[in-house]
Every structure is written in C-alpha cells, then in structure tokens.
C-alpha cells in the first residue's frame, strides 16, 4: 500500500497569549488534518504580554493540547514583538537554521513582526512557498508617521517574496491594497475561526455569574473583552461611562481582560468618580462573565476583525463599537449593533444611551448578531486554509 508522504508547514507567531491572532494561530495548527500535514508551531515567549498567573496557565494548556494533537512547539526566546535589532539578528538566524534543519514545504507566519522576519528566513533557507496572515496592520493607530512608514516599506519590500497573504476581512484587505502593499491576486480573505462551542452554551447561568460578581440582578451592563492596551481605546469608553453613569446606581461598566493599562485605567475611573465599574483582569470564564453584559462595546482605534466580537453576538449581545478596520465586516450598523467613529466620546455615549432605553432594539439586535456568528467556525476557517495550501502545491507540482 501507498502510503503519501504529509506535508511539512511551520507557522511562526510572537505572542503565543490569549488574543485574537494567537488564539487563530492555536485554532489553525490544532485543526489541520494531521494525517495530511506535519505541522510545527514557531513562538516567541510572549513576556510583553504581561500575562496574569491565569493567562499564564490557559496557554500552557493550549500547548499542551496542541501537542496533543500533533503539533511540535519550537520556542524562539528571541521572537519578540518589540522591535530589537540585537534580539531581531538572532531570531532571524535562528529562523533560518531551523527552516533549513525541518525543510518545510511550507511557512505560514503570524503577526506583522513574526511576518517579516519569518517571511525573510524562509526566503533564506529556499521554503518554497509562503504565506502570511497580519491579523490586522499597523498602518495607523499604532505609531508616528516616519515608523509606519518603514513599517509600509517592509511589508511591500516583504510581499514580493510572498505567495499568498490572507486578511481576516474585506476592510483589511482593501487597507494593504490602499498602500500598495501587493498586487490584489497576492490576497486572499479567510474570516477568523472562533471555537463558539462555550459561547452558545445554553448551560451558562448569567444570573448566578451575576450573583458571584455581586452585581444586582436589576443593574444594566456595559461590558468590553480585550487586552487593556492604547490600540484598544477603552479610555474612551471610560469617559463615556463618566458622562452616563452620575446618579445611575444601576449601571455597571465591566472591563474583562489584563494588560499595561490595567493601572492607569483603574486611577483614570477612579478620577473620574465612575462609581460601578469593575476590572476583572483575565478570566477563564469569559463566556459567563460576557453572559452578564446587557451591551458590549469595543471602542477600538484599530481592529483586524476582533474575534470577541463574535464571541459577543454568539451570546445574542448587541454590539456598540468603532467604525474602523475590520469591524463593519461583522457589525451591520442599525441591524446587529451601532458604530461609531473612533476615538468618539459622544458617539460611544449616543449608542449606549440608545440601547440602555430600547430593549427591544437590544433583543432584535442581538438576535441578528446570532445569525452573524454562526459564519464563523473554526472548522470554515481551516478548510480555506487547507484549500489555499492545496492551490499552492499544486502550482508548483504543474
């Protein structure tokens, strides 16, 4: 009997934490038909991320599983995601040995850092062909005007030894397309898996979660998911939460979720007299604690697709978040949820305020982001996946 050879793919990502782009990554590698692919996942040690004692423990258990299924875990130390240049050289030459070593069919890299140098070691070490997915971009929103465009520079220069780039959305992909990054036939757009299996459990109980947070069963909830950094913009919701909240004893704003701003955002509140508002820091019942929330927000100045958004319609949440990067991909204005401009107090106040005396606007809403969510399965993602790799192999087997 003939037994077929299994193709070799190494994916390589920085911050291997609990955010949107490694949680795809994790989704990926642990997905893809083993009995097809060898699969290797490449990762940085993540300490940017400030990880809590918790995080911490729910990636070690996603390594672990991953291992479960097949996947080998090669640790880079030096695969960060703060730009280095003494730690970047020696990720690059470690990359480039451990290509040469492994002779993978194929590279798939993660992330905009990971992108470049993963990109540029496969070129190196004669990988035939690669593919990246940026997860986003840092175009704007993220630095000056002279290091974004270095960072546009790289990623052109990059694109040229690049087979195929997927981006989780439309929006995304008309964003490289506005800064030349590649020719439209070098993209491909594959929407981000989510495991929404915990999400659409019916066995959540929001009013015992309610009742563990001490959070009356009469209060309405505003609630945000996601790491507690600028890009994020949960500032601003704070301050909006200070224009809504004064004399309000049954409105409660939740942050869910840890990161460099925890502090700052906890004395910004704090100045600002907002009276019922929780830092919860990074949970492992996410799905209960969102299954409190009456509202959820992101206010985001810069959005790749974010993940927790359908995490959130998958629990019938309505939405309120900014009108920016991928997010109107997901959230139809006036049908599923209400965007606004980001950065915009106002605007995040008007919406709250609209929702917060509407509940059968909330119901119909939320109802709507159901439909929306159930598009996204991990299991969808990973056939696109499986058939780009198909495509590609095949080019170079004509």
């Known amino acids: 009997m003939l037994i077929m050879e299994r193709i070799k793919v190494i994916h390589v990502i920085t911050r291997f934490d609990k955010g949107g782009s490694a949680e795809n990554t994790f989704l990926t590698v642990k997905g893809l038909n083993k009995n097809k692919y060898e699969v290797i996942l490449i990762r940085g040690l993540a300490e940017e991320s400030r990880m809590g004692t918790e995080e911490t423990a729910a990636v070690e258990r996603n390594l672990r599983e991953a291992e479960k299924c097949g996947v080998k ?57 690669i593919v ?66 915990a999400f659409s459990d019916s066995q959540i109980n929001a009013p015992a979660m309610r009742e563990k947070l001490r959070i009356p069963p009469e209060a ?38 840890d990161g460099e701003l ?4 906890g004395k910004m509140a704090s100045l600002l007299g907002i009276k ?56 139809a204005h006036n049908r599923n949820g209400l965007l606004v401009p980001p950065a915009d107090v106002e605007g995040l106040v008007d919406s709250i305020n609209v929702l917060l005396h509407d509940p059968k606007r909330r119901e119909v809403m939320g109802d709507r982001g159901k439909v929306v969510a159930a598009d996204y399965s991990a299991e969808a993602m990973i056939k696109k996946i499986d058939l780009l790799y198909h495509d590609e192999l095949s080019y170079f087997i004509r």
């Open 73 to 129: 875990i090669i640790t880079v130390s030096e695969l960060v995601r703060t730009i280095h240049p003494l730690h970047d050289l020696k990720a690059l030459f470690d990359l480039i040995q451990i290509f040469k070593n492994e002779k993978p069919r194929i590279v798939h890299t993660h992330t905009s850092k990971a992108g470049i140098l993963g990109r540029w070691a496969a070129f190196f070490a004669n990988t035939k062909i």
């Open 262 to 265: 925890a502090r700052e955002l």
């Open 132 to 197: 990246h997915t940026p997860h986003g971009h840092v175009f704007w929103g993220y630095f000056n005007k002279w290091k974004t465009g270095c960072f546009i520079l790289l990623e052109k220069l990059t694109a040229f030894i690049t087979n195929k780039i997927i981006t989780l959305t439309e929006q995304e992909k008309r964003d490289h397309l506005q800064c030349k990054i590649a020719p439209d036939e070098k993209f491909t757009v594959i929407h981000s898996g989510v495991d929404l299996s």
């Open 220 to 257: 309405f909830v505003v609630g945000t998911t996601g790491r507690l950094t600028p890009i994020k913009g949960q500032r601003y919701l704070l301050e909006a939460a200070a224009m809504i909240s004064p004399g309000n004893r049954d409105l409660f704003f939740v942050f869910l979720g």
């Open 276 to 331: 019922n508002v929780m830092f919860l820091g990074w949970r492992q019942d996410v799905p209960e604690v969102m299954s409190t929330f009456d509202i959820f927000v992101l206010p985001s100045l810069n959005e790749g697709m974010g993940k927790v958004l359908i995490e959130a319609m998958a629990l019938g949440k309505p939405i309120v978040a900014s009108d920016v990067g991928g997010i109107p991909d997901l959230v």
